[in-house]
C-alpha cells in the first residue's frame, strides 16, 4: 500500500514474467503469444493488501483526523489541566482567563459532548468565574463613573468657588495697591537726589487698569493676557529700596494670585538695571524671600524651557535689546498663565542710553536699531507694545 497526498494508491504486483518462455517472445505476432501473455498476467498478478481493514477505512480515518484534529488538541492541553484542577482545588487553575474556554462552551452544550464528569465540572466552574469577574468589572466601572460624576460635580462647584475666591482676590488687590501713594511705593524720603517716577501710556485702553496714578499720568498698571497677567510700573527703584518688602509682598500677591506657585525668575544678560548681581540689587532677594517666594535669574536666551518652572517673571529695565524668539517666548509664557512684571524708565533711557557710564555693564550692550529719538525702539517698549502699553518718554513730578 502506498500513500500519496490525501489519496490511497494500491500497488499492483506481477511475477513470474521472467519465467514465460523465450521461444514464444519469437512469434510475437502470434494470436498465441497474445493469449499466452494475458493468461500469465492474470495467473501470475496480485494486489498487495497490507491490512485489508486499515486500507479500506483509511480515507475515513484522514477525513476524521482532519475534522477533529483542534478537539484532539483541546483535549490533550484540558485534561491535565482540568485534573491539577481537581487536586488543587484552587481558583486560580481554572480557565476564566483562557481564550480555549468559549470552544469548551459548545462542546458542552453540543450533542457531541465527549467531556468526562471532572472536565465538565472544570469547564462550568471557569465559565461561573468568568462571568463573576465581568460583574465585578462592571460594578467596579459603574462605581467608579458614579464616583467620577459626583466628583466632577463637586470638582465644578470648588473650581467655580476658587475661581470666585480668586477673582474677589485680584479686586482687593488692586485696591490695596491703589492705596499705595507712589512716594511710599518708591520710598522717596527727603533725599538730595529723589528717584523720578516715569510715566506708562496705554496703547488699548480697556484690557488696562490704572494702579497708581499722579496729575492724569500713570506709574503703574495691569491687565490680563489671556490665562496671564502682565504689571508695568516705571521706575527700577520699586525693586531696589531697601525698606519696600510691604509694597513688593503686595505686588507678588497681586501677580501671583490665591493657588500660584511662588517661583520668581529675573533676567539678566540684557543690560538690566536690576538683577540679582547688580550691588543696588542686594535688598531685592531679600524682600523677595520675606515674601516667602523664591527668586533665581534667567540668562539669555530666554526661551520655553527656562520658562517651564516660573510663575513670575520679572524684567528690570533692559537697555539690551531682547531677540524676537525671547519677546515670543515671553509672550507665549504670559498667554499660557505665567505672570510679567515689566520695570521700566523712558524718559531715562531716552536721556542717558547713549552714554556709556550710564547703562549698565558699562554699556557693553546690544543697542543695534535702537534710535533715542524713537522711544518705540527702547527695548523695554519691544517687550510691553506685545500687550498694548508703552513706556513714555516724560516723567512724573510729584
Excluded at 485489508?52 to 484522514?62: F, I
Excluded at 465644578?156 to 490695596?176: H, P, T
Aim: include cysteine.
Amino acid at each position: 500500500m502506498a500513500y500519496s497526498l490525501t489519496t490511497l494508491n494500491r500497488k499492483t504486483i506481477y511475477f513470474l514474467v521472467s519465467k514465460i518462455p523465450k521461444l514464444i517472445f519469437k512469434h510475437k505476432s502470434n494470436k498465441t503469444f497474445n493469449n499466452t501473455i494475458k493468461r500469465l498476467l492474470q495467473e501470475f498478478s496480485y494486489v498487495e493488501p497490507a491490512h485489508d481493514a486499515l486500507v479500506r477505512g483509511w480515507e475515513k480515518l484522514l477525513a476524521w483526523k482532519q475534522k477533529e484534529e483542534e478537539s484532539l488538541l483541546l483535549q490533550r492541553r484540558l485534561i491535565p489541566a482540568a485534573d491539577e484542577w481537581k487536586i488543587q482545588q484552587q481558583i486560580r487553575f481554572l480557565w476564566n482567563a483562557n481564550p480555549r474556554l468559549d470552544l469548551l462552551k459548545k462542546v458542552l452544550k453540543s450533542d457531541d459532548n465527549w467531556l468526562n464528569k471532572v472536565e465538565t465540572e472544570f469547564v462550568q466552574r471557569s465559565l461561573q468565574r468568568r462571568r463573576n469577574n465581568r460583574r465585578g468589572l462592571i460594578i467596579s466601572v459603574s462605581g467608579v463613573i458614579l464616583i467620577l460624576s459626583g466628583l466632577t460635580f463637586f470638582s465644578f462647584a470648588k473650581v467655580r468657588e476658587l475661581e470666585k475666591a480668586s477673582e474677589q482676590f485680584e479686586i482687593d488687590s488692586i485696591k490695596v495697591l491703589g492705596e499705595f501713594p507712589i512716594n511710599i511705593a518708591l520710598n522717596i524720603t527727603d533725599d538730595k537726589d529723589p528717584p523720578i517716577p516715569g510715566d506708562i501710556k496705554a496703547l488699548n485702553e480697556p484690557p488696562w487698569t490704572p494702579l497708581l496714578k499722579h496729575n492724569n499720568k500713570v506709574f503703574a498698571m495691569s491687565r490680563k493676557y489671556h490665562k496671564g497677567k502682565v504689571l508695568a510700573i516705571a521706575h527700577d527703584g520699586i525693586l531696589t529700596k531697601r525698606d519696600n518688602s510691604g509694597f513688593m509682598f503686595v505686588v507678588l500677591n497681586f501677580l501671583n494670585g490665591i493657588n500660584g506657585n511662588k517661583q520668581v525668575l529675573i533676567s539678566k544678560s540684557h543690560c538690566e538695571f536690576v538683577t540679582l548681581n547688580e550691588k543696588q540689587s542686594y535688598s531685592l532677594a531679600k524682600n523677595i524671600k520675606k515674601s516667602s517666594y523664591e527668586i533665581e535669574d534667567i540668562s539669555a536666551p530666554i526661551n520655553s524651557t527656562k520658562l517651564k518652572e516660573a510663575n513670575i517673571l520679572i524684567i528690570g529695565n533692559a537697555w539690551g535689546n531682547l531677540e524676537n524668539d525671547e519677546l515670543e517666548a515671553i509672550e507665549q509664557f504670559v498667554s499660557k498663565g505665567g505672570k510679567l512684571l515689566a520695570v521700566g524708565l523712558g524718559w531715562s533711557w531716552k536721556k542717558y542710553s547713549d552714554q556709556p557710564n550710564k547703562a549698565p555693564n558699562g554699556g557693553n550692550c546690544n543697542q543695534k536699531g535702537q534710535d533715542k529719538t524713537k522711544i518705540s525702539t527702547y527695548p523695554m517698549n519691544k517687550l510691553l507694545e506685545q500687550f498694548g502699553a508703552r513706556f513714555e518718554s516724560s516723567w512724573i513730578n510729584l
